[in-house]
Nanobody
């Protein structure tokens, strides 16, 4: 079992920055990849960024060049978000993949005002 707790969301003006954090506990040795997803009201949950245990990364086209995913020893995962826009408003979820299992945090709300 892996437990994930996100933090760092909040209200920011367009053009501003936020840094999201995800703290992992439990069987973190089993984590093969970690990532961030987001879900805007009335929309599906979409991938924002993912990082494998080998530190390769992948980003959604909409956030490339603005967001950066990073992590340390599978214990913490971060998402640095710069040049935020109103369309980035969503609940952001931390995800960890361990074998065939998917683990999710409860999410943290990011609101970007215009």
């Amino acid at each position: 079992q892996v437990q994930l707790v996100e933090s760092g969301g909040g209200l920011v003006q367009a053009g501003g920055s936020l840094r999201l954090s995800c703290a992992a506990s439990g069987s973190i040795f089993s984590i093969g990849a970690g990532g961030w997803y987001r879900q805007a009201p009335g929309k599906q949950r979409d991938l924002v960024a993912v990082m494998t245990s080998g530190a390769s990364t992948k980003y959604a086209d909409s956030v490339k060049g603005r967001f950066t995913i990073s992590g340390d020893n599978a214990k913490n995962l971060y998402l640095q978000m710069n040049s935020l826009q109103p369309e980035d408003t969503a609940v952001y979820y931390c995800n960890a993949k361990a074998g065939i299992m998917d683990y999710w945090g409860k999410g943290t709300l990011v609101t970007v005002s215009s």
